[in-house]
Each structure stands twice: as structure tokens, then as C-alpha cells.
């Protein structure tokens, strides 16, 4: 009986032993895993929530909270200079004219940038009227920059403040019916935008994104060696694979079209998945839970961790 007793005691301790080794080794994994997958974080048009969108203060102040990658848009002037803006247009909902004026909805088309010079262009408002949809957002005046002088501000900007480099995310803002009446057709669009990228040394620290398939095939085509992220609204994974000819790097799809099960498939093709505009803390999270490889939100400080 005595033998029996003592037997127990030992298959209880090395039950015992077993598990808190378990422990030790899923703590650790834990621990690699965690310092392993660190998510991007992208600052969407600088940080929309509390600077104005697409503007150069607004890139360095997201730069100041510790993001990963700027995000920012760019369309083509009358005189062919790539200026960085969400819009083909004045938005109503953030611009002043000149004269200081706000701009109507119904009007506001009528500013048509691909007809506008940058000259003209740089002399409206994008900052003082602010944005209600951000009520943060702080109010001063500034304008839409050049890609050129953008670029050339970020750049100094980190190097002054030695800080580690960022990366570049450009969405190419492109619309099928819009050729040659807000924008210039794919190839023209895609070559001068690379140009610059070319002439300013950073295409190893950028990625270009586009709803326009026809932008990305030419990018792919012409430059291989970009990394592409497919920009999608709506649909399924598989249907809207179907519209491109190829892989991109990067599936970038509105964060309410994914769930955990989606993002580990569209992963197993070999592409990152990295949604847009996650903004509410709730969702954040989620997203994070869903094991995806960035984040693009208006603020990213409720990302970084």
C-alpha cells in the first residue's frame, strides 16, 4: 500500500513537471511570436484625425507619433506635376478659395485640378476651415504640396531628427472614366510618378496602390520591381483576383471585408494583407486579432503600440 502511495506521489510530480515546462515553451513561442509579427502601421494622408489630410505637416507630425509608412494620394496638374491630393478636385469639405471663401458641393468639381495649374492650385486653403468629420483635426493654413517637395521634406526631416527611416505607401488615384478628363491615362500617369521617385532614390522604400487594375498592370509591367498593393471597395477575395492578371504583394481591402478565416487564405497566396481605414479603437483591435500585416488608419497613434 505503501508502494502504492509513493508511486502516485511520483507520477504526480513528473504531471506536474511536464506541464509547467508546457507553460515555459508556450510562453516563450508567445513571446517569439509576438516580437515577430509586428504590424505596420500607415499614417492615412499623414494623420487625418488631428492634422489636415495630404499635407506636409500632417506627413510630419504622423512621422512624430512613430509610424511605419506614409500614406498619401496624387493626381496630375494642367502642367503635368504631380501634386499630392485625395481629390481630382477642391473638396468642399476641407478647401478655401484663394480669397479665403468656402466652396459649395455643387461647385466644387468645377476646380478641376488636371485643368488647373500648380501654380493656381497651391493658393487655395486645405487646413484652416478644417474637417467635420474630424473634429480634432487642427486648424491652420497650409495647401496641397508637390510629390517632389514632399518627398524632400520627409526625407530631411527624418534625417535631422535621426530617426529610422520611413517608407512610402502612394495610391495612384485613378478612375477609368476619368481618363484625360481629371487625370491622364495609365502609362502617362505611371511614368511621372516613377520619375520622380526614380530622380529622388527612394523606390526600394515604397509601395504604389491603386482601385485602378489598369494602373497596377502598368506599373507591373513597366516596373517589376514595385511592390503593388490592389486596393479593393467591395467584393470577394477570389472575384476581385480574377479582374488582375497577377499577383500583387499587398491585398488592401476596407477592414469590414475581412475576418480571421479570410485574411490566413488570402496570406496563404503569398500576399500581405493590410486593410483600410481603420479609425475606432474596436476595430483596431479586431483587425489585430485577425493577424494582419499592416494597418492604415487617420490615427495612428490608437495603432502603434
Known amino acids: 500500500m505503501k508502494f502504492v502511495k509513493i508511486s502516485l506521489l511520483f507520477i504526480a510530480f ?44 500632417g506627413f510630419l507630425a504622423s512621422i512624430d507619433k512613430g509610424i511605419d509608412v506614409v500614406e498619401m494620394d496624387v493626381v496630375m496638374s494642367k502642367d503635368k506635376k ?25 461647385e466644387e468639381k468645377s476646380y478641376n485640378l488636371f485643368t488647373m495649374t500648380y501654380d493656381s492650385i497651391k493658393k487655395f486653403d486645405i487646413g484652416s476651415k478644417g474637417n467635420t468629420s474630424f473634429p480634432e483635426q487642427r486648424q491652420f493654413k497650409t495647401y496641397k504640396p508637390l510629390l517632389t517637395e514632399t518627398i524632400d521634406s520627409i526625407e530631411n526631416y527624418v534625417k535631422s531628427k535621426n530617426l529610422d527611416p520611413v517608407r512610402y505607401n502612394i495610391e495612384i488615384k485613378s478612375d477609368e472614366a476619368e481618363y484625360e478628363k481629371s487625370q491622364p491615362k495609365p502609362a502617362e500617369f505611371v511614368k511621372a510618378v516613377m520619375e ?28 517589376p520591381e514595385v511592390k503593388l498593393a490592389y486596393l479593393v471597395g467591395r467584393g470577394e477575395f477570389d472575384e476581385n483576383m480574377e479582374k488582375i492578371s497577377f499577383k500583387p504583394a499587398i491585398y488592401s481591402p476596407h477592414y469590414k471585408l475581412l475576418d480571421s478565416i479570410k485574411v490566413a487564405k488570402i496570406q496563404k497566396t503569398g500576399m500581405k494583407v493590410i486593410p483600410w481605414t481603420v479609425n475606432e479603437q474596436v476595430d483596431i483591435d479586431k483587425v489585430k486579432k485577425m493577424n494582419v500585416d499592416g494597418i492604415i488608419t487617420d490615427y495612428p497613434e490608437r495603432a502603434i503600440e
Do not use: W
Not at 14 to 28: D, L, M, P, R
Not at 32 to 48: L, N
Open 82 to 106: 504631380i501634386v499630392v491630393s485625395h481629390e481630382a478636385f477642391m473638396s468642399s469639405a476641407y478647401v478655401l478659395s484663394p480669397s479665403g471663401d468656402t466652396i459649395s458641393k455643387q
Open 14 to 57: 513528473v504531471s506536474f513537471s511536464c506541464k509547467e515546462n508546457q507553460k515555459e515553451e508556450n510562453t516563450s513561442e508567445e513571446k517569439i511570436t509576438s516580437e515577430t509579427s509586428k504590424i505596420e502601421v500607415q499614417g492615412h494622408r499623414g494623420e487625418r484625425g488631428h492634422s489636415p489630410e495630404n499635407s506636409i505637416p
Open 196 to 223: 520622380i521617385l526614380e530622380e529622388k532614390e527612394i523606390v526600394s522604400k515604397i509601395n504604389i496602390q491603386s482601385f485602378d487594375v489598369n494602373i497596377l498592370e502598368e506599373m507591373h509591367r513597366s516596373y
